[in-house]
């Protein structure tokens, strides 16, 4: 679900908190997370509170738990997708059982136009990081692995017959599969989208 406002947020600025406000909804989010939160979603209306005075919400005891919790809160409430060395990505859904896999838009654009996809099977268990099928395009063919554990439900049947739309929408829908997840722990090691971009730049 996106925000429906918009703050323009200078890169590097940070607060002890920030209160996200979207979609009717607010979050206290930490201030070192703040940047990646508007990373990921681009559009929102903040409030910087910098430092929380004793006796604000009963205290900056209380204060903090409470960001913490309303931050867990945020995360649940937005899918945050995860991204890994090998140019996959992940979404959690809000349940965090069930996930959807894909290609990113910095590997879709590497590939160039891509003509077959083969999806992995449904009921495949797969463990992070095993080749659940592979993408090939008009210059050169790769592996898609499984970015966390857990078994195949469903793949994109689309792409059987439109693998194009991969150079479409990599991440949206042109998504490859859907799977039910083992561990959803192990999505918090990979990298979120700042870490991503940054990564591709070296």
């Known amino acids: 679900m996106a925000p429906t406002s918009y703050y323009s947020l200078p890169l590097g600025r940070t607060s002890n908190y920030a209160l996200v406000r979207s979609a009717g909804s607010s979050f206290v989010v930490p201030g070192d997370l ?3 939160t508007l990373l990921q979603f681009n559009t929102s209306t903040v409030t910087f509170l910098y430092g929380a005075a ?3 919400y009963g205290g900056q005891t209380f204060f903090a738990i409470y960001a913490y919790i309303c931050y867990l809160a945020f995360l649940v409430f937005f899918a945050v997708m995860r991204y890994t060395s090998a140019h996959e990505w992940i979404e959690l859904s809000d349940d965090q059982k069930t996930a ?15 003509v077959f996809v083969e999806l992995p099977a449904t009921g495949q268990e797969v463990a992070a990081g095993d080749a659940i099928g592979a993408v090939e395009s008009v210059k050169s063919a790769s592996d898609i ?4 554990s857990g078994t195949i439900v469903k793949g994109n049947a689309v792409l059987e017959e439109h693998p194009g739309t991969i150079n479409k929408g990599p991440e949206g829908e042109g998504w490859i599969a859907k799977m039910e ?12 989208a700042e870490a991503y971009k940054s990564f591709t730049e070296e």
């Open 54 to 56: 004793p006796g604000f």
């Open 145 to 148: 692995y499984a970015p966390i």
């Open 34 to 36: 703040l940047n990646q």
């Open 100 to 114: 959807t896999i894909g290609i990113s838009t910095y590997a879709a654009k590497a590939l160039g136009d891509v």
């Open 181 to 192: 997840v083992t561990n959803p722990e192990e999505a918090s090691t990979l990298m979120d």
